[in-house]
């Protein structure tokens, strides 16, 4: 048969072993006999000086494939293989030159044919070994020169068929053990898989997870839990976590330090199957980041609800307060709060509408864009608008044609915040625009100068509501980078040659 196993298995090895001992204990039989007084003890007579040869050869043989299943282990299902092709001659030989056919002896070929069978597991080879087996039990006492008178055909003809019989029936278990061994080979290849990727998967998740026997020690562990309490797999728990896992219920949480960290503890404990206990852990900060992301989420729905719902009142505010500064009626003290009220009323929409473009998608029309050409004109009307000159907005590009794919109306509100906010926080009220064509995207920057941020505002920059600027709304720089992962592209803050820049990744 095919697709047979290549390694022998520890079980089919201690069969190979069994059966060498019972070769070995055969011969020894056999080799025994030659003694005169043991023959006749056992009831045993031979009449030829040959049985004295065979009998020492076989124990020989049965010695050598003992020691040779030993030393070539890998190799003892080939060893065990020809050493049954090589029992048959023998076995038969010395059974009639000890008279065992009238007595029964034959019969242990079938043992030898059996165990061919369970090894080879090869139907043709299988069935070779009867046929053989047949073959010397009528023609060996012609070739050893014994009385075949002694020997009835009935008898012979019964011995082979019983080892066909022993045969056919060897084949069919053979095949059920190969289909079995083959099955057993697949089960155990695909729990070991399992086994990975359950491990990889462990391994993957934010929490830190911990399976621990009744003696606190670690039986299974992944990174993140790892990194939390300083352990690997086989050693011992921290006594303070110990500590901690004694007073803590069934299914509940605890909150403590451990190595300064702030952690949170969740307890499943002992499986009565495996008598493993079931730790999770979690830092509280990372805890604390969810909650915040949920918070912003549902503030910022509320956030576009409310603007949407002061638009029409501000606007109604707006149109009264140019209606009453238009007026001839009233004095310079009246107009002055007037004009105070069309400003507060104008800031005031700017952060609406940062709101409105906050939480609406931003789905993006991608069309050709010739970026020299777009750049060019925008610090025209940036300039224009702010009442800047032309050396205050620097413009650097290396190629005349760069073509980007891009939404035009995105490119715009881009390059309008990231252009005002470099103004707005940087010194001198310069703003430097710079393009490079790089391998894979196209990069490019906004760069002004100003003192170096503290690591906490660094980090906080794309943070909504974040801001460092009185008269901000900090959502203009989330709405930038929003904007561009809706084009394929990356924002993010650099310090580069003491100054700030903001690098925008084109994808190509």
């Known amino acids: 048969m095919k697709n047979k196993p290549e390694h022998i298995d520890l079980n089919e090895y201690k069969s190979i072993r069994y059966l060498n001992l019972f070769r070995l204990l055969l011969s020894f039989f056999f080799f025994s006999i030659i003694f005169h007084r043991f023959g006749i003890f056992i009831g045993f007579t031979y009449t030829l000086d040959i049985a004295?040869?065979?009998?020492?050869?076989?124990?020989?043989?049965?010695?050598?494939?003992?020691?040779?299943?030993?030393?070539?282990?890998?190799?003892?299902?080939?060893?065990g293989l020809i050493a049954l092709a090589i029992d048959l001659p023998f076995i038969i030989s010395l059974t009639l030159l000890f008279n065992g056919v009238n007595d029964g002896w034959a019969i242990l070929p079938v043992i030898t044919i059996g165990s061919f069978s369970m090894l080879s597991r090869k139907p043709y080879s299988i069935l070779l070994m009867p046929l053989i087996a047949t073959l010397l039990l009528w023609t060996f006492p012609l070739l050893l020169n014994i009385d075949g008178s002694q020997f009835t055909a009935s008898g012979l003809l019964l011995y082979s068929l019983t080892y066909f019989a022993i045969a056919l029936v060897g084949i069919r278990q053979s095949q059920n053990y190969t289909q079995s061994l083959l099955l057993t080979q697949i089960?155990?290849?695909?729990?070991?898989?399992?086994?990975?990727?359950?491990?990889?998967?462990?391994?993957?998740?934010?929490?830190?997870?911990?399976?621990?026997?009744?003696?606190?020690?670690?039986?299974?562990?992944?990174?993140?839990?790892k990194e939390l309490i300083k352990v690997s797999r086989k050693q011992l728990l921290p006594m303070k976590l110990i500590k901690k896992i004694i007073a803590t219920t069934e299914n509940s949480h605890k909150n403590f330090s451990l190595y300064g960290e702030d952690i949170l503890i969740n307890l499943i404990k002992k499986d009565k199957n495996t008598g493993l206990n079931l730790l999770f852990i979690e830092e509280q900060k990372q805890i604390n980041e969810k909650s915040q992301q949920i918070n912003l989420a549902s503030l910022g729905q509320l956030s576009a609800t409310i603007a949407h719902e002061l638009r029409n009142p501000m606007a109604s505010i707006y149109s009264a307060a140019q209606l009453i500064q238009e007026s001839t009626s009233i004095n310079d003290e009246d107009r002055q709060f007037s004009e105070i009220i069309i400003k507060q009323v104008e800031r005031s929409?700017?952060?609406?509408?940062?709101?409105?473009?906050?939480s609406k998608p931003h789905i993006a029309y991608q069309t050709t864009i010739n970026l020299k050409q777009k750049i060019e004109n925008f610090i025209h009307e940036f300039c224009t608008q702010n009442d800047l000159s032309d050396s205050q907005v620097e413009f650097e590009i290396n190629e005349e044609s760069l073509h980007i794919e891009f939404d035009s109306n995105h490119l715009t509100q881009l390059l309008w915040n990231l252009s005002e906010n470099a103004l707005r926080h940087g010194e001198g009220e310069f703003l430097k625009i710079a393009v490079s064509n790089q391998a894979k995207s196209i990069l490019l920057d906004f760069k002004n100068k100003g003192p170096t941020f503290e690591p906490i505002v660094e980090e906080s920059l794309f943070t909504p509501f974040f801001t460092t600027h009185t008269q901000g709304t900090g959502l203009g720089l989330y709405i930038c980078r929003e904007i561009c992962k809706s084009n394929n592209a990356k924002l993010e803050y650099l310090r580069l040659e003491f100054q700030h820049v903001f690098r925008i990744h084109i994808a190509k």
């Open 52 to 79: 004295r040869i065979i009998a020492s050869i076989y124990l020989s043989v049965s010695i050598l494939v003992w020691v040779a299943s030993v030393i070539f282990r890998q190799h003892s299902s080939l060893i």
């Open 187 to 225: 089960q155990k290849t695909t729990i070991t898989n399992l086994s990975k990727v359950n491990k990889l998967i462990i391994d993957q998740m934010h929490s830190g997870v911990i399976a621990f026997d009744n003696h606190y020690q670690v039986i299974l562990i992944n990174s993140k839990a």
């Open 349 to 358: 929409n700017k952060i609406i509408e940062d709101i409105l473009h906050m």
